[in-house]
């Protein structure tokens, strides 16, 4: 983050307001025309996040806030792409980074902060599409993330608070 006089943080605040309308999703030919835009993506982490987490670092609601604000610039490149392509990921993640850099939303975070982010993000991702398209949750690509989203929450001893929260139960 950058830090101007007084110390107070710089941020590009044009850019993260105007990047928030990006939609998301417009790769897939199945939520394509669905729409939700990068600011509701981020307001769905962090309401996860404190739905879960029992007392948040500000650097885990920061990152949680502006953790994709990078994408406007460099695009954003479907989740299987990035899952099937290491390298490509890694250069992406790396390009994304110095955008955030430079609007001042780059958050470095603990090792225990970035796994919650990782799984409120993915999180965010199975709600929103149990939302709009619940037919998805049936293909092998969603059961593989959800899969892989309860094994996070049960390294992370969430299972019951995740499966709660994602199947509403009390």
């Known amino acids: 983050m950058a830090y101007g006089d007084k110390g107070r943080i710089v941020r590009d605040l044009q850019a993260i307001l105007s990047g928030g309308y990006c939609t998301r999703w ?20 962090a309401q996860i996040i404190l739905a879960l987490h029992p007392a948040p670092s500000l650097a885990l609601i920061n990152a949680a806030l502006h953790h994709d604000a990078g994408e406007p610039s460099v695009g954003d ?3 299987p792409v990035k899952r099937d392509n290491p390298e490509l990921a890694k250069a992406l993640k790396g390009a994304e980074d110095a955008e955030l850099r430079r609007i001042g939303c780059y958050v470095e975070l603990a090792p225990d902060d970035a796994a919650w982010l990782k799984l409120a993000d993915r999180l965010a991702a199975i709600m929103h599409v149990k939302h709009v398209a619940i037919h998805m949750l049936g293909r092998d690509d969603w059961q593989s993330d959800w899969l892989a989203a309860l094994d996070m929450a049960a390294a992370m001893g969430l299972t ?4 709660s929260l994602m199947f509403g139960e009390p």
């Open 26 to 45: 417009h790769a897939n030919a199945d939520l394509a025309h669905i729409r939700e835009t990068l600011a509701e993506h981020h307001a769905r982490v």
């Open 77 to 79: 490149v479907p989740w």
């Open 160 to 163: 019951d608070r995740v499966e």
